[in-house]
C-alpha cells in the first residue's frame, strides 16, 4: 500500500473493519476523509494521527474534516417549503371550485339562503 490517499477498500484492508463500518464512519463524520464528488479517499497521514487518538479506549476526533449539520433546520426549511406548496395547490383548487362571482361563492349564497329561510 502506498502512501497518499486511500480508497474506502484499501483504508478497510489497513484497519482490519468492513467496508460498510468505513461508510458508517464517515456518514457521521468519525474519521476524517475527503468527498471529490461521489468518492470518498482518506489521507494515510492523517488516519496514522488519528489512529494515535484512540489509543486507550479514546473516543477518536476527525478534527478539521468533521462538518457537523443542523437537521432539525434544515427539516424545518423543508416542512416549510412543503408546507408553502400545500397552501398554495389548496389556495388553486380552492378557487378553482368556489369562485368568487360578485364577492360571493355559492357555499356562502347557500348558507344564506338556508339562515333567510329559516327566519320566514
Known sequence: METGFLKIEELAEYLNIKVKTLYAMTASTDIPHYRIGKLIR????E???WLKS?????KPEAGQ???KTNRKKSSTLFNNHVDKITRNIIEKETNKYYSTD???SDRIEAQEKETNNGSI
Not at 482518506?42 to 497521514?45: D, G, L, Q, V, Y
Open 102 to 104: 360578485n364577492g360571493k
Open 47 to 49: 488516519i496514522d494521527e
Open 54 to 58: 484512540c489509543k486507550n479506549g479514546n
Open 65 to 67: 474534516h468533521k462538518i
Open 42 to 45: 482518506f489521507s494515510k497521514e
